[in-house]
């Protein structure tokens, strides 16, 4: 068992180690050391200035205000997606049951219905966000969404959605709480089919109403799959990347008020005149954030675990 | 599903008879009940369908609308079908290239990672070493940072070391930002595979590698097939990393870049037929797939949030 154990076991983590090592580590430990200079990338030559990006960060006003952007999709995006998730995995998983018959049933094709929901999940960001910024598509006359409102006589409502400033992002958070509820509908029917039929029926024979069933039986006994639910929903509320530049008009507009950090970063970095020192403590003030966000989530979410 | 089958039992659908006559009042109220509900869940269940099918196939059939029908009759279905949408996506604007540009790019990087990936966290799941601990900290950690903060220094690390904007750089950055998860998952699974065939191997001289490679992946196959359709999947639609590791040549560029700037071109070209198009090419293959292999891309995706 011995016998060349050691030589067996330096193989095998070699190439990963490298590669991890190299590309993820690396470029890591190297962002705190670059947010400390002026760097530009033009040039070899850095300067070390301390905490002066920092320092322009929070005199930032772009920045503050993107940042709000990232805490608005971090409190909105995953409370709506989550609800709508746990509601119709719900009715899918027990929305059938008869009483009569005191037994928890799904509702007929549910099947159906989960693969369907499913569909954004597997379809890249990108073409998400192409889809519904043509479905926006600012002009009243000529966007679906305008011609449908039309259609079924709201045509008061038309909007130029991604347009106006004050609609433009909760368009796009919209769009996130679209492409990502059919992961939790299949992620908590998951749950929700590995808790024992009977303690549904016990609580049926006791008189329980459905949403009395929900929130004593189906929430306690799902709540760590939806403390982890939060945590992706968290993380993917955080980046908003993809949505935001490729849905927003003007990259974050109109009036950056659809900026979030990391589009900021991104253009600071790779647009604005290269300021690679100020776009890499902007990682680092993200990374923070991202800290703290699960730091605080795994707090709440600790609780006794309830074993069945 | 057990539920599926107190659905279909006889005597149990809720617009027939069949209830015993004793308390025939209170189960016909409880029927009824029953009834309600359905219909209530069914209207709103299908609402969302509806909202998701919708978007999906109208950008199929905008695909074969000319462009100027697209403007005027948004919501019309095709009169005439406009193939030529398709060829001019595929070809003038390069969605073929970025197709394939795509496949090689997840191809390799799903066997590289599925390989690194199982290979390390088989060594960290079944031997003890000095450094184990932190060595499988470290990579499980990398699941917890988001890959923008890092964007600044990995453009200059690629560059460095020359694999900035090439197909293979793409590959093995794609391989590395994935191994965290696929270690964390593989690591579990491996722990919970039986450890007397391996033993067995062994003391029939089979030496470590082999018996990885012979007993141990697959016996780990269904593991490895969830985090394979996870990695593929997440790499398809990676958008970021090629956005700024892979901005150079548009002969390199992967189907979500293509298809980000076919959506600016077309805005100056008004060939929207041909956006619809390429979005088609995008949407198209994934969700054939996903409804060939529904039920284990489901369990794929979801598989890593119930550990």
Not at chain 2, 120 to 140: H, M, S
Not at chain 2, 239 to 264: E, I, R, S
Request: aromatic share 14%; proline share 5%.
């Amino acid at each position: 068992m011995r016998h060349g154990k050691y030589r067996f076991i330096i193989g095998f983590l070699a190439i990963p180690l490298a590669l991890y090592g190299v590309l993820v580590i690396s470029p890591f430990v190297q962002d705190f050391q670059i947010s400390m200079t002026d760097w530009t990338g033009l040039t070899p030559d850095k300067h070390y200035i301390g905490f002066d990006n920092y320092r322009k960060i929070i005199h930032n006003h772009l920045f503050w205000q993107s940042l709000w952007h990232n805490v608005l999709l971090l409190l909105i995006v995953p409370v709506v997606t989550l609800a709508l998730g746990l509601f119709f995995a719900f009715m899918l998983n027990v929305g059938g049951r008869r009483k009569g018959s005191a037994s928890v049933a799904g509702v007929r094709g549910s099947g159906a219905y989960k693969i369907i929901f499913f569909f954004p999940q597997v379809l890249s960001v990108a073409v998400i966000a192409i889809l519904w910024q043509q479905i926006y598509n600012p002009d009243p006359d000529e966007g679906v969404l305008n011609v449908v409102l039309h259609s079924i006589g709201l045509g008061s409502q038309t909007q130029s959605w991604l347009g106006d400033p004050k609609l433009a992002l909760a368009c796009i958070m919209a769009v996130m709480v679209w492409a990502n509820v059919g992961f939790y509908v299949v992620l908590f029917s998951a749950g929700m089919s590995s808790i024992p039929t009977e303690i549904y029926e016990a609580s049926l024979l006791d008189g329980a109403t459905r949403s009395t069933t929900f929130f004593r039986v189906t929430l306690p006994l799902l709540s760590d799959t939806v403390a982890t639910g939060w945590v992706y929903m968290g993380i993917i509320a955080m980046d908003a990347f993809a949505y935001v530049q490729l849905m927003s008009v003007n990259n974050g507009g109109p009036n950056e008020k659809t900026d979030v950090v990391p589009l900021l970063l991104f253009k600071t970095a790779f647009r604005d005149n290269s300021q690679y020192g100020l776009a890499a403590a902007m990682g680092v003030a993200m990374l923070l954030v991202t800290l703290v966000f699960a730091v605080l989530t795994l707090r709440l979410s600790r609780r006794e675990r309830i074993e069945f | 599903m057990t539920t599926e089958t107190i659905d279909g039992a006889p005597g149990s659908a809720p617009h027939k008879s069949g209830s015993p006559a004793s308390d025939a009042a209170r189960w016909k109220w409880r029927r009824s009940e029953g009834g309600v509900l359905n219909a209530f869940s069914h209207v709103f269940l299908a609402v969302w369908a509806l909202m998701v099918g919708l978007p999906l196939l109208w950008a199929l059939w905008s695909s074969f609308k000319s462009s100027g029908d697209i403007l005027s009759h948004p919501l019309s279905l095709p009169t005439h079908l406009h193939f030529e949408n398709w060829s001019h996506a595929w070809t003038k604007a390069n969605m073929g290239q970025y197709f394939i540009n795509t496949i090689i790019v997840v191809g390799f990087s799903t066997v590289g990672t599925m390989l690194f990936g199982s290979m390390a966290a088989y060594v960290l799941a079944r031997f003890e070493f000095p450094g184990n601990r932190l060595i499988y900290f470290i990579f499980v950690a990398g699941m917890a940072f988001p890959v923008v903060m890092v964007l600044v220094p990995l453009f200059f690390v690629t560059t460095n070391l020359g694999i900035i904007n090439t197909l293979p750089g793409l590959i093995l950055v794609y391989i590395a930002y994935s191994l965290p998860f696929t270690v964390f998952f593989m690591t579990s699974f491996f722990r919970t595979l039986p450890t007397s065939v391996a033993e067995a191997a062994l003391v029939d001289g089979a030496s470590h590698t082999r018996t990885f490679f012979q007993i141990m992946v697959p016996m780990a196959k269904p593991g490895i097939i969830s985090i394979g359709i996870f990695n593929v999947l997440g790499q398809w639609n990676q958008y970021l990393l090629p956005l700024v590791l892979n901005q150079g040549d548009t002969d390199k560029w992967v189907l979500t870049q293509g298809l980000a700037d076919l959506a600016v071109q077309q805005g100056y070209q008004g060939d929207w037929g041909g956006l619809f198009a390429g979005l088609s090419i995008a949407m198209l293959p994934v969700l054939a797939v996903y409804i060939v292999f529904q039920r284990q891309v489901q369990a794929g995706l979801t598989a890593g949030a119930l550990k």
